[in-house]
């Protein structure tokens, strides 16, 4: 045999050794090769997928965390205080003395500002103690801008868990709700959204609980990156504690217990589910009936302090259960490749030289189309120089790219012509233009289409800096929505210096465009003038409420000492005082516990109010100063006083004719009417007719006196009266005027009936002097037929609505207002008896209790009294 192999030609005997070197060391390399993978490939495998769950489920508690960070951030917001300390106290707040009303639009434009800066965020709302939504700023849909919800809109949440949960908490923590589907009015809201809500009690001043702050934060970005986090082939889902898909590779099974019957995790992967071990995090592999193999990994992704975690689970098929058979065929197919090459090797041998630039030449078509390239880069000589050159060029050509392409920021390059000559992805995002469309084309006509902004003219005027140049743009999207653009430029230089191109960095400054905007129009139009001070005491920022508070321009106050706003007198105290508050930084008011002045620019010295909030900067403390002009507030209450001490006389004026009216005028009244009665009844008949008519009249006028006095006090006592309200039952004060008109009632043969009669506020004489004025005012006035008077009562909110309904003589509806001014008679005095001031009594009455009175009428068809007081429970959602 050796004979033989020696006879035969080198060529020969070189295919020969070849092709059984090739079978040797394929067979012995396809056995260990395929040991050592059935062997390390599964755990590797599955050890990477673990550990592709545990980052994932990292990943969604990082960004949770963020979320509970920014709303524990915004309950220390001191808008948020100020509104909650005007709501609950005196209707200002302690600390700048601004109302309810005006906190309230400071807070509302908080939170508005907050939802255009972050998308993800649905809903900022807080919520009174009894679960009432007090101030809400929402966005129906992510891709919406937020709106302010008006009052009208609000609703009440006290059936929602989260809120007695929220108010059961410390000061400081946050509750976290379970992830469910978005529901408005107990509707869920189309398209299907996932939402996380993060609650903080928030408490008054005086330490009680005054509600909750709520956040909304839409979760479909965060399931969005974890989908796009998942290789190809592999499954995604996210369990919660009760075994419900909150993520699943198919969309119809995601939160199920929210849009159907329930899918559940054991029931619907029952192999999977069952390879999902109790501890935290983990692997395995496991296998379904007439499946493959499959690799499974879990991690628990804890959202809350307290409360069960969701699971994060990754399923993909096993490698090794891919890799094995194609190791087993492929073993063969190599051998017999390796085999036919050698045979073919000395063939080639002639071609040796060329196979290193072939070699080279389909490494940069790889390189092209961003396949693996391999070049002899190993080889001596000048093939070896050449092939590590080529490489090192792909390697960095290829890193540039991955920079280019894998930025947030758009990055192109143009020609000297303006051409576009590179395009990467977040340009194509950002311009709304895929790659195969922009690169070839002018600039102008991709970027700038409405010519606005002329971009080749731009690019030529800072073609010749080395620095580049700078621009903004605002384009219109495809949507209709505008979109505010950064260009940045700079010249692409060739090795000898000259110019190729320019490249063009443009970013999206759309969202920090808007939070910058919010933030200058939230101080700029606030209510209170803005003053920031730096360390140096001189003023950086003033706004237009400053401006006409003291009467300066902006150009007048920047970069001079604040000193120049304060009265000459203290300011040399002033700047003491203001270095002892930079030693020391801390938020305090001024004015409330002693009067501050400010000085105009005319020299007029005006009172008023200042809150002083330290500023970390980079440059130092800066002090921002809030300041009020309380010249009004306390002219008024100097107003007030005197008002006040007027009121006070007038009273004591009033009572004095009272007790003039009750005793000196009355007292000489009733011996007229006396003895004018005691003569009408010995001489009547005696004289003649005429002087028993004049006796007549002058009785009859004694008793209309004594009536018209005794109703203008009542009328003075309803208006003197200071007696606090409180709970009355209606029914009861109805009964009781009855039983004081009963022999009216019995007279006239009338009918009284009532409904349910509620329990309002009320002064229990007055009410019950208002409802016997309404009832004999119906009695007095009826027709032919016996009286029929019903009293009947509806809730209309904080209020109950009371409706007294007779069947008598009625009246023209153009006279409805005027029956409740004093003295007003609609018919002769001879017929119906009376002063005319029941009905006045019985408005004054109304107005002292809050409310308002009001009568419907027509000629022959009845009259119908309503009148509104304020309900002693709170309205009902």
Known sequence: MVTVFRSLSLTRQLLIA?????????????????????????????????GDARQ???????????????LAARTKSGAIAGFIDASTGSGTDARLDLDAATWRRIVENLFFAELAAKSEYLQLRLLDAEGNEVIRVDRQKGDEPPRIVPAAELQA?????????????????????????????????????????FAAPMDGPDGQRYGLLVLNVDMRQDFRILRDAVLPGGDLFLVNAEGDYLLHPDPAKEFAFDRGPRVLFPEDRPALSAAVGAVAAGSDLFSADGEATRAVAWAQAPLAQVGPPLTVVLSAPSRIARAAPAIRNSAAGVGAIAALLAAIAVGLAGRAIMRPIVAMTHGLEDASAGRPVALPVTRGGEIGVLARALNDYIERERFDGAIVNGSSDAILTTDHDGLITRWNPAAAHLFEC??????????????????????????NDTMGESEGGVADITRLRRDGTTCDIALRASPVHAPDGTIMGMSIIARDMTAERIAQEMFRVSVEYSPAGKVLCGPDGRIK?????????????RDELIDQPVELLVPQDVRGEHASLMRAFLASPERRSMGNDREVFGRRKSGEIFPIEVGLTPVPSRSGTLVLAAIVDVSAQRAAQRDLIARTQELERSNKDLMQFAYVASHDLQEPLRMVASFTQLLADRYKGQLDERADKYIHFAVDG????????????????????????????????????????????????ATVEAGPLPTVMADAEQLTRLLQNLLSNS???????????????????????????DNGIGFESRDAARIFDMFQRLHERGKYEGTGLGLAIAKRIIDQHGGRIWAESAPGEGTRFSFTLRAAEPARS
């Open 157 to 197: 949440k006290q059936s929602r868990p989260y809120v007695a949960n929220t108010l059961a908490l410390d000061p400081g923590e946050i509750y976290i709700s379970p992830l469910d589907l978005n529901r408005e009015h107990g509707e869920i809201v189309m398209p299907f959204t996932p939402v996380l809500r």
């Open 56 to 70: 994932l489920a990292t990943q969604l508690v990082s960004r949770t965390t963020g979320y509970r960070s920014d």
């Open 434 to 459: 895929p790659a195969e469309s922009a690169i070839g084309r002018d600039v102008d006509a991709v970027i700038a289409p409405d010519g606005a902004f002329t971009v080749r003219t731009w690019l």
């Open 702 to 749: 004694a008793k209309r006196m004594q009536a018209l006095i005794n109703d203008l006090l009542d009328y003075s006592r309803v208006g003197a009266s200071t007696k606090p309200l409180e709970p009355v039952e209606v029914a009861t004060v109805w009964q009781r005027v009855q039983r004081m008109l009963l022999s009216t009632i019995r007279e006239t043969e």
């Open 541 to 553: 920022l003033v706004n237009a409420q400053t401006e006409a508070a003291f009467g300066y321009t």
């Open 779 to 805: 009695i007095k006035f009826r027709s032919d037929v016996p009286p029929h008077i019903t009293l009947a009562a509806e809730r209309q909110g904080e209020f109950w609505q009371f409706t007294l309904s």
């Open 18 to 50: 070849m092709v059984t070197l090739v079978l040797l060391t394929s067979a012995s390399v396809g056995v260990v090769v395929y040991w050592a993978v059935e062997r390390a490939l599964i755990p590797q495998g599955v050890l990477r997928l673990e």
